[in-house]
Nanobody, 130 residues
Framework: QVHLVESGGGLVQAGGSLRLSCTAT????????MGWLRQAPGKEREGIAC????????YYADSVKGRFTISRDRAKNMVYLRMNNVKPEDTAVYLC???????????????????????WGQGTQVTVPS
């Protein structure tokens, strides 16, 4: 069983940076691909970044590509989301999630959808004032 806890959210000014952390209890490597998703008020949950369990391949939604970076620390069993040049439209609850599916170059878009994931954290709020 995997238990995920996010941290690092908060209030950040537009153009600023923030790093979110996801702490996993229960081994997430090599069984799980990991993703960061977000949900803004009144909007559907959307996937923004994912990382494979096998070779560190990373993939991003167009809305964050070039600004956000997903990474992981195998030794600490943690996953991170570095957020640079944040914008007001990045305001959302950010959730870490784990998938038993195999993330490959040919199917990565599936891992930007919520239904791909088996385990979820409770989320951390990120607010970027306009």
């Amino acid at each position: 069983q995997v238990h995920l806890v996010e941290s690092g959210g908060g209030l950040v000014q537009a153009g600023g940076s923030l790093r979110l952390s996801c702490t996993a209890t229960g081994s997430i490597w090599p069984e799980y691909a990991m993703g960061w998703l977000r949900q803004a008020p009144g909007k559907e949950r959307e996937g923004i970044a994912c990382i494979s369990s096998s070779d560190d391949s990373t993939y991003y939604a167009d809305s964050v590509k070039g600004r956000f970076t997903i990474s992981r620390d195998r030794a600490k069993n943690m996953v991170y989301l570095r957020m640079n040049n944040v914008k007001p439209e990045d305001t959302a609850v950010y959730l870490c999630a784990a998938s038993r599916g195999e993330l490959l170059d040919g199917n990565w878009r599936q891992f930007l959808t919520p239904h791909e994931y088996d385990h979820w954290g409770q989320g951390t709020q990120v607010t970027v004032p306009s």
